[in-house]
């Protein structure tokens, strides 16, 4: 047999207990054909030196809305400014646009704004009569002003109450241009869908940027219609993507159960289609359900109120009766369930929906899921691991938002904030995600914070639940791949896996804790390809 590409002179952690470590790695169409003594004697079109790099397998992200990365390229960035800046970079771009052409902008959090949010009149001075739309960077609220509600179909700016959501309202009753949660649907209706070029590009710029991070695989949390999507041709815009050559990595999308109807005898998608349908590069995932909303914004069902809030213990987006007859159905028709929870009261009702769903028809490792799973109990640890649930936590929440939880919750209930330790010493596969664009989306951003736990602002997070090295790269890597029912093909540097693997300046498994951010990715392969090179192994 004659190899595709032969890489020699690295040194590969593989995660493979039967051969954790390797210098020389064969493709053969794409797949690890063998590793170290498995090669001797083989030749290959080509070779390519290491240098004595260390390689990983490849990042892989369990939510990562890789299009709404892409997306949010063009807007106005606000992450980092002050509310005075946030106004003043609202008004250099309006000053850049023709009359009437929305101003959008991402990534605000009133957290680091002293508790406010910007308003409907501040941006009004802003704009110059152009409709502003503002994205919080949890993507679970919005700042509209008063040319976007004329838009939106309200000229006097009489806004009703949204069912699953929340309108911040002035002393007069009217709008003051927070839309939480379902209201943000209001603006959505007008918004979406970008048109399919714009999304389509959007994704290939994402991707560009996540392959220079090692990023080989990823699952999208939500297309098509419902809060994380953007339209019905969403699966369309990836598939041309793919075939665009625009989108490097492997996709997992999750459909938005928006998307999801009965089918006159089943439940699901038009012509049956299901979680699994697809190949290796592009493939449909589990359902994707919102349970409640933010923690950082105060909107997630909670037990008890928020520190500093009395009466404010956030909220359902719909009511429970009918999530639990979602899961129900869902979980009946074969589909695997991944339900956004973040408030402990809202995580109960979607562990209670599991385990109804479990004993009306059994199905042994369905794997449903809970993205995020933030504020958990002890019980409810022990109840994730006896479902054979899933949770998805994100590290990098712990440093970019991590003193705004830590003040939502106050100082006893935050150390139950984002577990990471506690699920692996119940047994529980842990996957490693970023929630990106929520945060930045480099893997071994995430994997310092996990091991790490600090805040932006110096102080420690939930030191009990840090990770070693290895156990947040086992995350990011098998972790991921298990959560999708991906870990016999991706996940470790294994003969006949998927030749996919990130290499990196420094090795990351020997590192001091507190330098493993400052490492880079020289090289992505995914393939056998490589995608990203800037030390010029191909050359």
Known sequence: MRLDVLFVNGHFTTLDPLRPTATRLGVFCGRIAGLDEELDGLDADL??????APAVPGFNDAHHHLSMRGLRLSDVDLRGATLEELYARIAGRAATLPEGAWVRGAGYDQNKLGGVHPTREGLDKAAGGRPVWLQHTSGHMGVAISAAFALMGFPSLEVPDVAGGSIGRDAAGLPDGLLTEQAQDLANRVLRPVAHEEYVRGIGLASQAAAAEGLTSFTE???GAGLAGNGPADVAAFQDAVRLGLLKQRATLMPGSPNLHDLGGGFGLDLGVRSGLGDEWLRIGPVKVFSDGSLIGRTAAMCCDYEGEPGNSGFLQEEAASLRSFILDAHEAGWQVATHAIGDRALDLVLDAYAEAQRRRPRPGARHRVEHAAVTSEAQVARIA???VIPVPQGRFISELGDGMRAALGEE??????????????GIVLPGSSDCPVVDGAPLLGIHDLVNQRTASGASFNPHEALTAEQALRAYTHG???????EQVKGTLSRGKVADFAVL????????PESIGEITVTATVIG????HDVAGYGE
Do not use: I, K
């Open 47 to 52: 070779v390519v030196d290491l240098r004595g």
């Open 221 to 223: 949390p939500g297309v």
């Open 386 to 388: 006896e479902l054979g």
């Open 413 to 426: 209930r935050s150390l139950g904030c984002y577990r990471q330790r506690s699920f692996l010493s119940a």
């Open 480 to 486: 991921s791949a298990y959560a999708v029912f991906e």
């Open 505 to 512: 300046s420094r090795d990351l498994l020997a590192a001091a």
């Open 528 to 531: 056998g390809s490589l995608v």
